[in-house]
C-alpha cells in the first residue's frame, strides 16, 4: 500500500469511526429524550382522564338532583339533567389541570353528545368504545401511532392515547366519555432539543476526526522521517543515522534500526580492510614472481645459477601464495560458520600427536616440547578436525616466536563443562600495546615483521573463529622476553 493510500485508508476509517460513535450517542440521546416525552404525555392523559371523568360524574349527579328536586322524573327528569350538564360541560372541562384535554361524550348508541372538537373526536372507535361500555371497564387505546426515531430527522411525532372512559347517564344507559391529551408541549421539547443535538453532534463527529487525523499524521511524519532516513542509508551512506529524540515507541524503533546500521557499518568496514589487506597481502608474492619471471626471461638461458635461483623464488612465492589463499579460505569457511562434526574423542591424544608433528617441523630449533601430564584421556564430544587446527595454529606460533633451546608446554584439563587447553611457551613474548590486537586479521606486531617470521597474521584470527563458532572463548598472557600463554576453552559435549 502506498504512502497516500494509507493516508485516505486512515481518513475513511477515522470518518467511520468517528460517524460510528458520534451517531450511536446521537441516537441514544434521542431516544432517551423521545421516550421520556412519551411517558410524560401517557401520564398526563391518565391524569386529565381521571379529572374529567369525575367532573362529568360529579356533573350529572348534580344535575339529576336538581331535576328530581323541581319535581321532574322519568325521561324528562333524564333529559333536563343531561341538558344542563352538557350547558354546564365547557365552562367545568375548560379549568386549568383539564383543559388542555379533548373530551367528547358519547351515547349508549355511539352517537357523539358533546365534544370539545368541532367535529367529535376519533369518530372511528366506535367499536373499542362499545367494548369499554359493555365490560365497564377504563380502556385505554393509541389513537394515533408515533415513530419514534422520525423526531430525529423531521418534527417529532409522538403517540396520542385515548382513555374510554364509561359512563352511566341520566337515563340509566352507559355512554362513554373519551378523553385524548396531545402531547403538542412534549413533541415541541423534542423539536427544541434536536438543533442543538444535531450541532454538537455535527462539531463533535469533526472534532474527532481533526483529532484522529492530526496525531496520524503526527505518526506518519514521524515514520516518514524514518523512511527518508533509511532511504538515504539504502543508497549508501552508512554513517547516515535516523532521528532519535524523544522517548515514544518510534524513537525507541529508531535506536535499534541505528544501532543495526552500526553493526552493518563496522562489518562492512571490516570487510573493506580484508579485502584491502588480503589483495594487499597477495600483491607482494604475485610481484616477487613477476619479477622473478623477467629475470629468467632475461638471463635465465645464460646463466644456470640465475636460472636456479629464479624458478627457486618462484616455487617459493608461489608456496606463499598457496598457503595465503588456504588461510583466507580458512578464515571465510570460519565466517561463514563451520558445520561442526560430533565425535568423542581423547584432547590428550590429539595433543601428543601435534606435539609430535610440530616438534618433527621445527627440528632445527631444538626446542623442548612438553605435553599433557595427565596420561589418562581426557575425552569430549566434538569436533576433532577443527581442535586439531587451533592446537596447530597456537603451537606452531609458539614454535616460531620462541628462540632456540626453549620449552613448549601444553597443559589440558577440564573445567565443568568445559575442556581446558593451555599452550605455552617461553618466547619473546607479546608487547602490552599489541596484545588486545593480536586476533585481529593481518596484524603481526613490529617485532615478528622485523624478524620476518613469514605469518600473515591470519592464524589467531582464524583460531579464534574457530573457537567462537564452537561456543568457546580464547584468551592471552604474556610478558615479553618471558613467554606466552594461550588458554582456550572450548565446550565438552553431549558424551
Ligand atoms: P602470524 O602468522 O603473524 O603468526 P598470527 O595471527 O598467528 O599471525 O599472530 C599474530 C601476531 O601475534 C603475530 O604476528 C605475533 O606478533 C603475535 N603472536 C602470536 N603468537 C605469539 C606467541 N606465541 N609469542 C609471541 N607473539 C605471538
Redo the contacts with the bound molecule.
Sequence with gaps: MGRSSLRAWLLVVSVLFAAAVVGGIAITTYIIVADGMQGVAADATQRMATSASTVVRDALSEAEVAASAQGFAGTPRAQIALGTVLTRLPSLLGRPGVAEADCALYSATGEPIWSTAPTGLWPGMGALRNQAAAADKITLSTAQPGGMLSGLLRQAKLAVRVVHVPIVLPDGTTGVLDVTYRPVTEERVIDAVRAPMAALAISAFFIMVLLMQTSMAWVLSLVDTLRRAADSIEAGQLDARLPEAGTNEISALAHSINRLIERLQRRSDAQARFVADASHELATPVAGIRGYTSILRAWGAEDPKVRDEAVDAIDRESRRMARLTGDLLNLLHADQGLVLKTERFDVNALVRDRLAATASRWIDKDIDYIGPEDEDALVMSGDPDRVEDIVS?LLD??S??TRAGGQVTVKTKRRREMVVLEVS?T????PPD?LPR?FDRF???E??RAAG?G???????IAKSIVDSMGGEVEVQ?EVDKG?T?IVRVPRGRL
Excluded: H, P, V, W
Excluded at 455 to 461: E, P, T, V
Design positions: 595454529i606460533n609458539a616460531k616466536y611457551d618466547g619473546q613474548g607479546i599489541d593480536i596484524f603481526r606486531s617485532a615478528s617470521e605469518g600473515f597474521g591470519l592464524g589467531l584470527a604474556s606466552t594461550f
